[in-house]
């Protein structure tokens, strides 16, 4: 009897030692940050796409829980608070940079396939005919561009031999335009065509330039703390969006919330100007076509 009872016992032992490693302790979960805006629909594809690729992973990784941090914060304290291992977030997707690639933990796969890239230019309406005589990345170095401090444009501007203007915050930039402090604000299709929507009635004589596009290689990836934790949440999530670049839910998702504007900005009918990235990290999978997205051709 007492040799059944050992039995019994070593039995139940080993099937709780099988449920435990079957089940994770707690549910992984990941906050990222609000903007300093408060709600930011400029972050809704991104979050969506991070959603996604925790689905995708749950028979491997357990259930996961995705929030938002409580209180809105500004890229220099997303920044401390990514830095300090019990800050109120643990990802940020932002382009990337060799410095955020050697101070946090980088996915290395393009969230927006490399949409970001491709820029429309926000311009003052009566600047339309001093833009139309532009055929080159020369034409544009007697204009100003605008853009928030510590971007990685400035870098890809400035090399490129153009007029940086830096704003101190993201809202402040467009009354920097209106007011003449400088000529462009280089944007994403999708951010320009929202912002130029969302701000018509304070800027009525702010415009999308109507011949031009922009193209510079700007990968933004998914960024986590470099810690025991950072390091499996990032193998997990690495795993759910190869999953889905293999599947196409991806480009799906691309599609389904970008591509009504990718439609609008009409970039097969612009005049591209190709500038160089001179801020990618030898690691940037530029090799891997399957990551990059053209709109030029729509694959």
Not at 27 to 54: I, N, Q
Not at 96 to 101: D, H, R
Request: hydrophobic letters at 45%; charged letters at 25%.
């Amino acid at each position: 009897m007492h040799k059944i009872i050992l039995r019994l016992a070593g039995l139940c032992g080993m099937l709780l030692a099988s449920l435990a490693l079957a089940c994770p302790a707690h549910a992984a979960t990941l906050t990222y940050p609000l903007t300093s805006e408060g709600v930011d629909s400029r972050y809704d594809y991104d979050w969506a796409v991070l959603r996604a690729a925790l689905e995708k992973t749950v028979s491997a990784f357990g259930a996961f829980e995705q929030r938002h941090s409580a209180a809105a914060m500004s890229p220099s304290r997303v920044a401390q608070e990514m830095a300090t291992p019990s800050g109120r977030i643990n990802i940020f997707v932002r382009a990337s940079s060799p410095e955020l690639e050697t101070q946090f933990l980088p996915i290395r796969l393009p969230v927006d396939r490399g949409l970001l890239g491709y820029r429309l230019l926000l311009i003052r309406q009566t600047d339309r005919a001093r833009f139309a005589r532009v055929k080159s990345a020369a034409d544009l170095r007697p204009l100003r561009a605008g853009v928030g401090q510590g971007w990685v444009d400035i870098a890809i501007l400035q090399h490129a031999g153009i007029s940086v203007v830096e704003g101190s915050n993201y809202a402040g930039l467009f009354a920097m335009l209106a007011a003449g402090r400088f000529d462009f604000f280089s944007r994403s299709a999708d951010e320009a065509l929202r912002e130029l929507s969302e701000r018509h009635d304070a800027f009525p004589q702010m415009e999308i330039e109507p011949t031009l596009l922009l193209h510079y290689p700007l990968p933004r990836y998914f960024f986590l703390r470099r810690d025991a934790e950072g390091a499996q949440l990032a193998r997990r999530i690495e795993a759910g969006m190869e999953m889905m670049i293999r599947d196409g839910s991806l480009h799906a998702l691309l599609l389904r919330y970008k591509g009504d504007i990718i439609a609008r900005a009409a970039m097969t009918q612009r005049r591209v100007i190709r500038l160089p990235n001179p801020r990618l990290t030898p690691q940037t999978p530029l090799a891997r076509g399957e990551l990059w997205f053209d709109p030029l051709t729509g694959k």
